[in-house]
């Protein structure tokens, strides 16, 4: 038996989580600097989706969550001798990773036979969600902690989102994506396809009309899983405010990739990643099987 942790960023339902009994600590965003807001806690998805939505020329910004916060869910295992594993969005994203750390080195101070292990996802939403939902899967067939951990950390190499935005401008504001691709994209009206692998925002393309990007999206999608074996992965899709294009996406991404979706790891993409992408992200997340691992 072991505990899974993670921050917010895995944008996993609240079903999910409670079926699988995964805690979540939340990172922050804040829309003027000052006051910030706890994700799920004191804002929900809608509510900061309609801010951003309403207000186009509003930037909100994220904040990683304290040591304190982290270090209150390790302790509590800690002291009932239960193994913890906590994942983190990808440290090139926040700083969550630096907390998560220092709260399991406070914690191991006090109970130096802890065994909490703190991994950078190297990924973000739905592939961060994907990644948790191997280790349910392993913990639920009995695989052992450290096989788990040594597993997991073979896993994240293969995860990846492949996404669109309607706008470059939060990613720019915010840091996360190249000069190059933003040189790339500046002509008017060109939208980027970006890949999140190990934990870096990478350019995977250009276009201007936005359905032509999400069957780019698919193709691109489809070309990494059949030259890894397409059999070996798990699929699923995240998405922002516009839910109608997010449910019909579903079915263009298991038509064009010819695979079911795992409705269970499917997101609607959360405050924090809106953030970082604006609100009308769209994407698909893979990740391998743990079963197929050589």
Same mark, same amino acid.
Not at 16 to 31: A, N, Q
Not at 35 to 45: A, F, L
Not at 147 to 156: A, D, R
Not at 204 to 225: E, T
């Given at each position: 038996?072991?505990?899974?942790?993670?921050?917010?960023? #895995?944008?996993?339902?609240?079903?999910?989580?409670?079926?699988?009994?995964?805690?979540?600590? =939340?990172?922050?965003?804040?829309?003027?600097?000052?006051?910030?807001?706890? $994700?799920? /806690? $004191?804002?929900? *998805?809608?509510? #900061?989706?309609?801010?951003?939505? $309403?207000? =186009?020329?509003?930037?909100?910004?994220?904040?990683?969550?304290?040591?304190?916060?982290?270090?209150? /869910?390790?302790?509590?295992?800690?002291?009932?001798?239960?193994?913890?594993? #906590?994942?983190?969005?990808?440290?090139?994203?926040?700083?969550?990773?630096?907390?998560?750390?220092?709260?399991?080195?406070?914690?191991?101070?006090?109970? =130096?036979?802890? @065994?909490? &292990?703190?991994?950078?996802? +190297? +990924?973000?939403?739905?592939? @961060?969600?994907?990644?948790?939902? +191997?280790?349910?899967?392993?913990?639920?067939?009995?695989?052992?902690?450290?096989?788990?951990?040594?597993?997991?950390?073979? !896993?994240?190499?293969?995860?990846?989102?492949?996404?669109? /935005?309607?706008?470059?401008?939060?990613?720019?504001?915010?840091? *996360?994506? %190249?000069?190059?691709?933003?040189?790339?994209?500046?002509?008017?009206?060109?939208?980027?396809?970006?890949?999140?692998?190990?934990?870096? &925002?990478?350019?995977?393309?250009?276009?201007?009309?936005?359905?032509? !990007?999400?069957?780019?999206?698919?193709?691109?999608?489809?070309?990494?899983?059949?030259?890894?074996?397409?059999?070996?992965?798990?699929?699923?899709?995240?998405? %922002?405010? $516009?839910?109608?294009?997010?449910?019909?996406?579903?079915?263009?991404?298991?038509?064009?990739?010819?695979?079911?979706?795992?409705?269970?790891?499917? &997101?609607?993409?959360? /405050?924090?990643?809106?953030?970082?992408?604006?609100?009308?992200?769209?994407?698909?997340?893979?990740? +391998?099987?743990?079963?197929? !691992?050589?």
């Amino acid at each position: 038996m072991y505990k899974i942790v993670s921050d917010s960023a #895995c944008d996993l339902s609240k079903e999910y989580l409670e079926k699988h009994d995964v805690t979540i600590v =939340p990172l922050s965003v804040s829309f003027d600097g000052e006051t910030y807001y706890r $994700d799920g /806690v $004191d804002i929900t *998805r809608d509510e #900061c989706y309609q801010k951003m939505v $309403d207000n =186009p020329k509003l930037f909100p910004k994220t904040s990683l969550p304290s040591v304190e916060s982290f270090e209150a /869910v390790f302790r509590k295992y800690a002291e009932q001798n239960i193994p913890v594993v #906590c994942f983190t969005i990808s440290i090139h994203l926040s700083g969550s990773y630096n907390s998560a750390s220092m709260a399991k080195d406070v914690v191991e101070e006090d109970y =130096p036979d802890a @065994q909490i &292990v703190v991994l950078d996802s +190297q +990924q973000d939403t739905v592939s @961060q969600a994907l990644i948790i939902d +191997q280790v349910v899967r392993m913990q639920n067939d009995g695989i052992p902690f450290d096989t788990m951990i040594e597993n997991t950390k073979k !896993l994240m190499g293969t995860a990846r989102i492949f996404f669109t /935005v309607g706008s470059l401008d939060y990613l720019r504001i915010g840091g *996360r994506i %190249g000069k190059m691709a933003i040189s790339a994209t500046g002509k008017l009206g060109i939208k980027p396809i970006i890949i999140l692998k190990d934990g870096e &925002v990478n350019l995977g393309g250009v276009g201007r009309n936005r359905g032509k !990007l999400k069957k780019n999206i698919i193709q691109i999608a489809d070309k990494y899983l059949t030259e890894n074996g397409k059999d070996n992965f798990v699929v699923s899709i995240g998405y %922002g405010y $516009d839910a109608i294009e997010g449910v019909a996406f579903k079915d263009e991404v298991e038509a064009g990739l010819g695979v079911k979706l795992n409705g269970d790891t499917n &997101v609607e993409i959360g /405050v924090i990643t809106a953030v970082h992408t604006g609100p009308h992200a769209i994407g698909i997340g893979v990740i +391998q099987k743990y079963e197929t !691992l050589k």
